[in-house]
């Protein structure tokens, strides 16, 4: 289990591993053990990497590009919601994570963290 907290300490959300699951599944949950968003590896991804978020109280997103190289976009449908990227850093093992306005931050941070677990056991 890992927790995202403010700065005073409360915690925003934690990501728990589902292990009874076909296919490789993380949970966000908020400070009240709801769910924020499920996160799902796709079986099948002929192209490129591909996740499927089912958020809590949200649109569904899907996290499509090349997730090993730190390069790919999470969406809404065609609306892109948030970029990851390493290209705008020189430092190995950073990449940046640009959300659009208006977007649940922790939840699309938290969605981050749970693509980078996922893809780099």
Not at 40 to 64: E, F, H, Y
Not at 99 to 108: K, T, Y
Request: hydrophobic share 40%; aromatic share 6%; proline share 4%.
């Amino acid at each position: 289990t890992l927790f995202f907290e403010d700065l005073s300490g409360n915690e925003l959300c934690k990501i728990q591993a589902r292990v009874l699951t076909i296919r490789d599944t993380m949970t966000i949950q908020g400070p009240n053990n709801e769910t924020l968003a499920t996160v799902k590896k796709a079986m099948i991804t002929p192209l490129r990497d591909r996740w499927s978020v089912k958020v809590g109280n949200g649109p569904d997103l899907q996290v499509q590009g090349n997730i090993l190289d730190h390069q790919y976009t999470i969406g809404e449908g065609r609306t892109k919601v948030a970029e990851v990227s390493k290209r705008w850093f020189r430092v190995a093992d950073t990449y940046g994570v640009q959300i659009e306005p208006s977007q649940n931050d922790v939840v699309i941070l938290a969605v981050t963290v749970v693509v980078d677990m996922m893809a780099h056991p």
